[in-house]
């Protein structure tokens, strides 16, 4: 080139991290108009430089509802922590508001230097076992994979549909396949036989919790995400499969991340942070988190190359991914001195059910003093057990007939649990047990519950989860704790969907902590915190869950009395 070429916008200097050939070598970075122009010296307007250059990370799979707040408000938490990109499953705001919502949640997408991707939901909803706001049926499904940003079809939850040979289920994957696309799975403690048979339709799977299932899901062919979430920690366990297999078949996931842990720890760059101080050569971790995941989709993006999109991160450490500026585009600190966004297009007022009293909550059991029933035991994770309790019968305090009702016992910490339909239905409520929350008084409540995202609600008292219930339906959704020694009510409003705030997030993460921090005083207990209580109506995760429609044995798919007879 000669010396009067004109400058290039931006020149970026510091030890070059290769994805493509896992290598580091000390070097520039020519940036022009966005682009990666030339990966040597180039005359520019503006040079910057640092210790390494890395390419933008990826997150291979999240849902940013369940941080709480909405993309643009996301993208403010994480581009400057280095990550770029997201590939981002709208399956809970679909399971609200449908194919209005995916739309929105993709026109958002335009408020944010963070480069989302989606996934278009499959299944929404998650079953027929429990009523949500919304159905995305084949031919939705279908018209939503041409949208602008689509990459892929959503994790396929319907693992019996696949195998069964369910048309829908199959109508979904077959319209991915005739558009290139390829199809997320989601398939959970499956092996042997099923694990072949399913990995014939699917491409990736991020649910392993165990090294040995990951093992078996890479030997089948399945792409495999370490996931490092919330409510899901499995990469520790995870991190020994980057010697066992090819590690350019794996990449970094959080899944769900709630507000709290996104500003205190970040997003995917948490995951890497954490691989790395598992052992994980630093290099290939950041290709585990770019390159991987752009090759899973067929991303522009995730490489240093000449003629890719200039997403890079100028780090002063890359074992710690130390962050000292961030590269969209080729705008450097794109977060940097950025406006609100424009508010949000998504939806609001979405919770609607008639208020409620203690009786609506109860299960009804006539005679005797104590009862048999089946609990759902909270274990932690996603993760749910099946256990049996006795539990005391007797009337309502505040009731007008002696009708008796299953009672809470406290000192065993067995809870009654609700899940009441929240989308403007019948209004109909699931009523069952929960064991493992640890709350000595008051309820606490969400209308954050995947996949349906009904209004779950659980307490010492049914009278105390009528007060949470009812309050959540007056703030249009969120999550909130009662406390009756105070008779208050701490809680966050999550308008938009009844899932996110466009709030700021530092508004967010105050009214979350308050909430959390109400809970715990109640007696609540977990790593998850509140976030556990959003998955014990997650239908499609072993092995007992409560719908709207009653109490789930998800390995039989079918619904069981709560009653033991």
């Keep these: ?46 040079v910057v430089e640092g210790a390494y250059v890395a390419p933008g990370l990826i997150d291979a799979h999240m849902h940013v509802e369940s941080s709480m707040v909405t993309l643009p408000r996301y993208g403010e938490a994480v581009v400057p922590r280095g990550v770029t990109s997201v590939v981002h499953d709208p399956h809970e705001v679909a399971n609200v508001l449908g194919e209005a919502g995916v739309r929105g949640v993709i ?50 939850m319907n693992v019996p549909g696949v195998l069964n040979g369910d048309a829908e289920v199959h109508a979904k994957i077959e319209a991915a396949r005739e558009r290139g696309l390829p199809v997320d799975g989601h398939a959970p403690r ?24 990951a093992r078996e899901k890479a030997r089948a062919g399945l792409r495999v995400y370490l996931r490092e979430g919330s409510s899901s920690r499995n990469l520790v366990d995870l991190a020994p499969l980057v010697d066992a297999v090819d590690a350019r078949r794996l990449s970094l996931c959080t899944d769900d991340r709630e507000v709290t842990d996104l500003l205190a720890e970040g997003g995917v760059d948490n995951a890497l942070r954490e ?3 598992c052992g994980v050569d630093p290099v290939t971790a950041v290709q585990m988190a770019t390159c991987n995941t752009a090759d899973a989709y ?7 190359e000449p003629g890719t ?43 609607e059910f008639p208020a409620l009293d203690a009786a609506d909550l109860a299960l009804a059991h006539p005679g005797e003093e104590t009862a048999t029933v089946r609990v759902v035991d909270a274990v932690g994770g996603l993760q749910t057990g099946r256990m049996t309790a006795t539990v005391p019968v007797g009337s309502l305090a505040d009731a007008d007939d002696a009708e008796s009702v299953l009672h809470a016992d406290v000192s065993s910490d067995v809870l009654p649990l609700a899940v009441i339909e929240r989308h403007g239905g019948d209004g109909s409520v699931g009523r069952g047990f929960v064991h493992g929350l640890g709350l ?33 339906r007056e703030v249009g959704g969120g999550v909130a704790a009662y ?75 079918d619904y069981v009395n709560v009653v033991v007879d």
């Design 440 to 472: 000595e008084r008051g309820a606490v409540g969400s209308t954050v519950a995947h996949d349906a995202h009904n209004c779950v609600v659980a307490g010492a008292s049914h009278d105390a989860m009528a007060r949470v219930a009812n309050h959540l």
């Design 107 to 156: 026109a958002d997408a335009a408020r944010t230097p963070l480069k989302a991707r989606f996934t278009v939901p499959s299944s929404v909803p998650a079953s027929d076992l429990q009523d949500g706001g919304a159905t995305l049926d084949a031919d939705a499904v279908a018209e939503l994979l041409d949208a602008e940003r689509v990459v892929a079809l959503g994790e396929v």
């Design 1 to 46: 080139m000669s010396g009067d070429a004109d400058p290039v916008d931006l020149l970026v200097r510091g030890t070059v991290v290769n994805v493509t050939t896992g290598t580091l070598r000390d070097g520039a970075v020519a940036v022009d108009d966005g682009e990666i122009v030339a990966l040597a010296e180039r005359p520019a307007e503006r």
């Design 275 to 277: 691989l790395v101080d």
């Design 190 to 213: 499956l092996g042997g036989d099923d694990l072949h048979e399913v990995a014939r339709h699917l491409d990736t799977d991020h649910e392993s919790i165990a090294l040995p299932e």
């Design 483 to 557: 406390d009756p020694e105070s008779e208050s009510v701490e809680s966050l409003a999550l308008p938009v969907a009844g899932l996110m705030s466009d709030a700021p997030l530092a508004d967010v993460r105050a009214g979350f902590e308050a909430v959390e921090a109400a809970a715990r005083d109640l007696g609540l207990r977990g790593e998850a915190g509140l976030m556990e209580l959003s998955f014990l109506a997650l239908e499609v995760i072993p092995e007992y869950r409560l719908t709207n429609n009653g109490l789930v044995d998800v390995e039989a798919f």
């Design 309 to 351: 999109p200039a997403d890079l991160v100028v780090l002063s450490d890359l074992a710690s991914w130390d962050v000292e500026h961030v590269v969209v585009d080729g705008v450097l600190d794109p977060t940097a001195d950025a406006a609100d966004p424009p508010p949000t297009q998504l939806a609001i007022d979405t919770v």
């Design 298 to 304: 067929d991303l522009p993006f995730g490489r240093i």
